[in-house]
């Protein structure tokens, strides 16, 4: 009987599963920030009507979806930007993003607003005297053309918690962050961080 050939296993390369090749190639949000930025640089000057259509037909705001770690994704219910489940017969709202020039860079300054791009998410005191988050009426391409601090609209961001989580910031009240709460259908808020409410936020950009 003749001894067995021994042949060398072969072994190529590993095979990702799909996740994990995504996982690989998706951009941590500060190097998403820093392609906004370079792709939308400050506008210096007074924009000409003609000028200002061009802009906004040539260079629409990034997209970007967002949900919590309790994968609660942002959707709009009567006005109000809410955090809730995603379901089969759901459609969550994707956000405008665009950045703020005026203020210091380093902290990846941002405004926020709804798709159709005619609302912005906004921070005011309410009654009580604690920082709010509102949807003011305020057109994101206005915002970011016109160069000015606007503290109330802009949040810092930064990636925060994990690779792929990001935490935002508001300029006008820097102890506070856009929030969930723990339970579902809630209204997206402001909070402090060390309390139950979520402030790291998943994203991808659309």
């Avoid at 067995?4 to 390369?13: D, L």
């Avoid at 820093?34 to 506008?43: C, K, Q, R, V």
């Avoid at 159709?116 to 988050?133: E, I």
Wanted: glycine letters at 6%.
């Amino acid at each position: 009987m003749e001894p067995q050939k021994y042949e060398p296993r072969k072994v190529g390369p590993q095979k990702c599963e799909p996740d994990e090749v995504e996982a690989k190639r998706k951009k941590t949000w500060d190097q998403e920030m820093a392609d906004l930025f370079t792709s939308f640089g400050p506008i210096s000057g007074p924009l000409h009507p003609s000028s200002t259509e061009d802009i906004h037909m040539k260079r629409e705001p990034w997209l970007f979806r967002f949900w919590d770690i309790n994968q609660n994704f942002f959707f709009l219910q009567n006005n109000v930007l809410i955090a809730a489940p995603q379901t089969s017969n759901s459609s969550d709202e994707l956000m405008v993003v665009l950045p703020n020039h005026s203020l210091d860079q380093k902290k990846q300054p941002i405004f926020i607003g709804l798709r159709d791009k005619s609302y912005t998410l906004f921070c005011a005191k309410s009654g009580g005297g604690q920082p709010r988050l509102k949807l003011e009426e305020r057109d994101i391409h206005q915002l970011y053309e016109k160069n000015e601090e606007f503290k109330s609209f802009t949040f810092y961001s930064k990636t925060d918690g994990s690779k792929a989580t990001c935490s935002l910031q508001s300029a006008e009240f820097p102890d506070w962050f856009i929030s969930t709460s723990p339970e579902p259908n809630k209204p997206v808020g402001l909070s402090k961080r060390g309390g139950s409410a979520n402030t790291l936020f998943y994203f991808e950009i659309k």
